[in-house]
């Protein structure tokens, strides 16, 4: 017999607090971003993460957000969300297949010998990174990878000089699947 499913309303706490990843199509203009983080605020989440950008829309923008929080109140902030006139389109891509990538820069002492450079090159390109900078007495990097990587990137690293690093958020889009490309006796689209 299969298990009976447990519907949990709109704002009700459950309790799993767990990671979130929420897209956002905007429209720019002056507090917008004001009003989303307030929300989330008021809401109790802790942001991990907010990052803004245009999109290839003038005029519009995409704010990618990753929270941690139970589903119940994910929730009724999405449909708050999707209330506030600036926000033209709510994605919560936390189940959903997504890429999400994450841009950190780390400052390294210089490795003291070839085998310890070689170990912090192959760290760095385990992370989608590379050095931009080498110095006499230090490393600078670019790590771009999930944000998963990146943690276990920086957590090596820590082992190899890391000095500081700055890290700019994540950004996420949903991966659609892959559409189907044939032609109809017409050329257009196959269906």
Known sequence: MA????????????AEH??????????DRPGTLNRVSGLLRARSF????????TTHEPGRSRMTIAVRGDDGHLRQVLAQLERLIEVLD???LTS?????LELVLVELAVPA??????????????????TVERDADVWRARL?????????????????????LVRAGAVAMAAHPHHDTTTNENGAPGA
Not at 3 to 14: Q, Y
Not at 96 to 100: D, F, G, I, R, S
């Open 3 to 14: 298990a009976a499913r447990r519907t949990i309303p709109a704002g009700d706490p459950d």
């Open 46 to 53: 802790n942001i991990e993460s907010l990052t803004v950008g």
């Open 113 to 130: 010998s070839a085998d310890e450079e070689q170990a912090v090159l192959d760290l760095l390109a385990s992370a989608g990174g590379e």
């Open 144 to 164: 771009t990878a999930s944000p998963e990587v990146i943690d276990r990137a920086l957590d090596a690293l820590r082992g190899h000089g890391l000095r500081s």
């Open 18 to 27: 767990r990671r979130h990843v929420v897209s956002a199509l905007v429209v």
């Open 96 to 100: 959903a297949p997504h890429l999400e």
């Open 90 to 92: 709510v994605t919560d």
